[in-house]
Every structure is written in structure tokens, then in C-alpha cells.
């Protein structure tokens, strides 16, 4: 719901699991190409890593994956894990619920098929429950 509700305020550029789909992409960085500003430098031993048009020459985003800082698992998800994508380019850009990550490099957002878990149900179970 969060994802399509950003997606309408036109913040933002975004990459649904139906694109995925339809244009073959494998990888993070084939989907991050079709966006505008957002580079894709491949080479120097490091593979491919995604950057910002606006963002200077070592400054990489900062990766969400389901709703937490992730910029370790961000860059490697299996694009057919993934069901969005959002890509912002700068601070300016980012939505308040990701304002709390380093976004002066921009942040590129992971939603994946199995998603966040779920919160726990009252705060009697708060203090016992523990991710699968």
C-alpha cells in the first residue's frame, strides 16, 4: 500500500513487478538503467554498483530493503525476489518514512515477495514475539 501510495504523489521513480517482468531485466542494475539520473558504473573489480547523477563520485545510496537500512543485502537482491523498486536521487526526494537514512546520496527502496514481518498483535506479545 505504501509503495503505490508514493508512487502517485510522483516523488520518486519507481519499478513495479509487472515491468520486471515484461522487460526481462536480471538484475538490480538493469532496472536501475531505465531510470533518469540514476547511473549504473560496472568495473574496477566491484561489479556494478548504482549511483545518483547528482550525488559526487564515491557517494553511493543508501539501500531499504523492506523497510530497513539494508546497504550490505540491498545491492545483491535476486531481482526475482523483488516486487518494487524506488529510486531517489537526493535528500529533497526522499518521503519522511525513509528520512532517517543517509539520503544525501539518494536511497534506492527494496520491496521483496516475502516483505517485512509483521508487528506483533498487542503489546502482551510485543516482549515475546520473535521473527520466523
Given amino acids: 500500500e505504501d509503495f503505490e501510495r508514493r508512487m502517485k504523489t510522483g516523488r520518486g521513480q519507481y519499478v513495479t513487478r509487472q515491468e520486471i517482468e515484461e522487460r526481462n531485466y536480471n538484475n538490480l542494475g538493469d532496472a536501475a538503467r531505465t531510470k533518469r539520473g540514476v547511473l549504473v558504473e560496472c568495473g574496477g573489480g566491484r561489479g556494478c554498483q548504482i549511483r545518483m547523477a547528482r550525488a559526487g563520485q564515491a557517494c553511493y545510496p543508501q539501500y531499504v530493503v523492506d523497510g530497513r537500512p539494508d546497504n550490505h543485502f540491498g545491492p545483491m537482491v535476486a531481482i526475482r525476489d ?9 535528500a529533497s526526494d526522499v518521503p519522511g518514512e525513509f528520512a532517517g537514512v543517509d539520503a544525501a546520496c539518494g536511497v534506492v527502496v527494496i520491496w521483496t515477495r516475502s516483505g517485512p514481518p509483521p508487528p506483533p498483535r498487542s503489546s502482551a506479545c510485543r516482549a515475546t514475539w520473535r521473527p520466523p
Avoid: L, N, Q
Fill in 82 to 90: 523483488i516486487e518494487g523498486i524506488e529510486f531517489y536521487s537526493g
